[in-house]
T-cell receptor, first 111, second 114 residues
């Protein structure tokens, strides 16, 4: 039972353009959502988060949008840079405080 | 300031063997969580340790056990290894009173079971 899904295994974007990574979830009781970035041979690194009581959070080039009615969140990166090329995971926190991760989307930003 | 460190980096075992993975949390952190990341999947929560006790557990069999030491470092033990246990094992640490966005991950231990 995959409670958090990232349906796009990969995404390719031109440098300077917008990258949009999507994530869907099934559990309406999730109270906190996070995005992580992972480079090869490194552990995931926290990027940005959003509480379930908000619909948008922005940090520099990164913005996360939450649509609770659709049980959908997205990460926007503007402008995209080659150094953004990595695997991105969304994660959701359940009632017990555990993090449930999606399968990841590999972003490739081409110069 | 060293972040989260894990050892060993890579490990090869055969079915039925037992393995111990080690994790040192980031300085100042008191809570350690372990995750299993299979190829092409996201990390899956195994369990969390705080004050030397297992506080939460994911959907993993009893073959997976752990320990936390007084210096907050932690071990993950897996008994009776199966081929399906082959994965990247990630350790993450944070301060208990802080939120999940303060959690730092280590680089992982790549376990291969033959």
């Amino acid at each position: 039972d995959q409670q958090v899904k990232q349906n796009s295994p990969s995404l390719s974007v031109q440098e300077g353009r917008i990258s949009i990574l999507n994530c869907d979830y099934t559990n309406s009781m999730f109270d906190y959502f996070l995005w992580y970035k992972k480079y090869p041979a490194e552990g995931p690194t926290f990027l940005i988060s959003i509480s379930s009581i908000k619909d948008k959070n922005e940090d520099g080039r990164f913005t996360v949008f939450l649509n609770k009615s659709a049980k959908h969140l997205s990460l926007h990166i503007v402008p995209s840079q080659p150094g953004d090329s990595a695997v991105y995971f969304c994660a959701a926190r359940n009632q017990g405080g555990k993090l449930i991760f999606g399968q990841g989307t590999e972003l490739s930003v081409k110069p | 300031d060293a972040g989260v460190t894990q050892s060993p980096t890579h490990l090869i075992k055969t079915r039925g063997q037992q393995v111990t993975l080690r994790c040192s949390p980031k300085s100042g952190h008191d809570t350690v969580s372990w995750y299993q990341q299979a190829l092409g999947q996201g990390p899956q929560f195994i369990f969390q340790y705080y004050e030397e006790e297992e506080r939460q557990r994911g959907n993993f069999p009893d073959r997976f056990s752990g320990h936390q030491f007084p210096n907050y470092s932690s071990e993950l033990n897996v008994n009776a290894l199966l081929l399906g246990d082959s994965a990247l094992y990630l350790c993450a640490s944070r301060m208990q009173r802080e939120g999940p966005d303060t959690q730092y991950f280590g680089p992982g231990t790549r376990l291969t079971v033959l």
